[in-house]
């Protein structure tokens, strides 16, 4: 019989603004209903699920064209942050369902806060994320979350961050599909891209070790966030912005677990699953395979 583990925490944040195409807002509830639950309890965790934080729409506020909703996106993730932070504080872990992936905002927030800013950042995604206002080409700010939390565009510290997370501990995973500008910014920042080429040659059991090194050095917390667009999407095609040449399953799922077993983990969030582009609930599916197969590699990190 497995011991008992720490309490998870489901947060889920059902939205949709940070994007431009309609139905991430029913991600988590979607995952929930293809089995999270059931799988984590089986697998000796037990779970707590809260309230959904669901953004509030302000019909006063004028729509900036190069951050779209971004007021509204910033107070969500205010709470977001809150309840990461209130999880960790109670000892439980947070795994945060999304909703597009401008939840990553008060995610990362939530967790620097809880660890005084020693936190790095794994990041799977299809994009760089590491749009500002001033480069995106969409205003979408579910292409800005990186930039916004390590301080790329000075007009937005976002919620009440005392300071910037180091772009320099940040391992995005699996992108192919970054702007121009956005390339620069990265490079300029110092944020540590792996492409699929990268994986392609190198394994993702090497991948994955270098990304903990990098963001989990010298103690650091590591948010763990997966857009599951960075899985081909012939594998999962539920998503809003499919970009092909991507992860398959067998190596996304080992990579969780190699998260999960690593130990450094404070956080985890899941995002962008689209109920309204998938297949028979399939990428929903995929997506409890992945927390479960993390959760799974902490059971053997506790042993």
Same mark, same amino acid.
């Given at each position: 019989?497995?011991?008992?583990?720490?309490?998870?925490?489901?947060?889920? =944040?059902?939205?949709?603004?940070?994007?431009?195409?309609?139905?991430?807002?029913?991600?988590?509830?979607?995952?929930?209903?293809?089995?999270?639950?059931?799988?984590?309890?089986?697998?000796?965790?037990?779970?707590?699920?809260?309230?959904?934080?669901?953004?509030?729409?302000?019909?006063?506020?004028?729509?900036?064209?190069?951050?779209?909703?971004?007021?509204?996106?910033?107070?969500?993730?205010?709470?977001?942050?809150?309840?990461?932070?209130?999880?960790?504080?109670?000892?439980? $872990?947070?795994?945060?369902?999304?909703?597009?992936?401008?939840?990553?905002?008060?995610?990362?927030?939530?967790?620097?806060?809880?660890?005084? #800013?020693?936190?790095?950042?794994?990041? $799977?995604? &299809?994009?760089?994320?590491?749009?500002?206002?001033?480069?995106?080409?969409?205003? #979408? !700010?579910?292409?800005?979350?990186?930039?916004?939390?390590?301080?790329?565009? #000075?007009?937005?510290?976002?919620?009440?961050?005392?300071?910037?997370?180091?772009?320099?501990?940040?391992?995005?995973?699996? &992108?192919?599909? %970054?702007?121009?500008?956005?390339?620069?910014?990265?490079?300029?920042?110092?944020?540590? =891209? %792996?492409?699929?080429?990268?994986?392609?040659?190198?394994?993702?059991?090497?991948?994955?070790?270098?990304? %903990?090194?990098?963001?989990?050095? @010298?103690?650091?917390?590591?948010?763990?966030?997966?857009?599951?667009?960075?899985?081909?999407?012939?594998?999962?095609?539920?998503?809003?912005?499919?970009?092909?040449?991507?992860?398959?399953?067998?190596?996304?799922?080992?990579?969780?677990?190699?998260?999960?077993?690593?130990?450094? !983990?404070?956080?985890?969030?899941?995002?962008?699953? @689209?109920?309204?582009?998938?297949?028979?609930?399939?990428?929903?599916? %995929?997506?409890?395979?992945?927390?479960?197969? $993390? $959760?799974?590699?902490?059971?053997?990190?506790?042993?």
């Amino acid at each position: 019989m497995k011991a008992a583990q720490q309490i998870v925490e489901i947060i889920s =944040v059902p939205t949709s603004l940070g994007g431009n195409v309609k139905g991430s807002e029913l991600g988590p509830s979607a995952i929930k209903k293809a089995g999270l639950m059931d799988s984590l309890r089986e697998i000796g965790f037990e779970v707590k699920e809260g309230e959904d934080i669901r953004p509030e729409i302000d019909a006063r506020c004028k729509i900036d064209p190069k951050a779209r909703h971004i007021n509204e996106i910033l107070m969500t993730d205010k709470i977001v942050a809150d309840a990461v932070h209130s999880a960790i504080k109670s000892k439980r $872990f947070p795994l945060l369902l999304g909703g597009d992936h401008s939840i990553a905002i008060g995610s990362i927030v939530g967790l620097s806060r809880s660890f005084d #800013n020693l936190v790095g950042i794994i990041y $799977f995604d &299809a994009h760089g994320d590491f749009n500002t206002p001033d480069t995106t080409p969409s205003g #979408n !700010v579910h292409g800005m979350p990186l930039a916004l939390v390590s301080g790329q565009y #000075n007009k937005v510290l976002p919620l009440d961050m005392k300071k910037p997370i180091d772009p320099k501990n940040i391992v995005i995973i699996g &992108a192919r599909d %970054i702007d121009q500008e956005e390339k620069i910014l990265l490079k300029k920042a110092g944020v540590h =891209v %792996i492409e699929m080429a990268d994986i392609k040659t190198c394994g993702i059991k090497k991948i994955i070790a270098e990304a %903990i090194e990098i963001a989990g050095k @010298n103690g650091r917390r590591v948010h763990l966030s997966v857009d599951i667009d960075v899985l081909d999407p012939s594998i999962a095609s539920g998503t809003g912005t499919p970009v092909s040449d991507g992860l398959d399953l067998t190596d996304m799922k080992s990579a969780m677990s190699l998260l999960g077993a690593s130990g450094c !983990v404070g956080s985890f969030e899941l995002a962008e699953v @689209n109920p309204l582009k998938d297949r028979d609930d399939t990428t929903a599916s %995929i997506a409890v395979q992945l927390i479960k197969s $993390f $959760f799974d590699g902490r059971i053997v990190y506790k042993r």
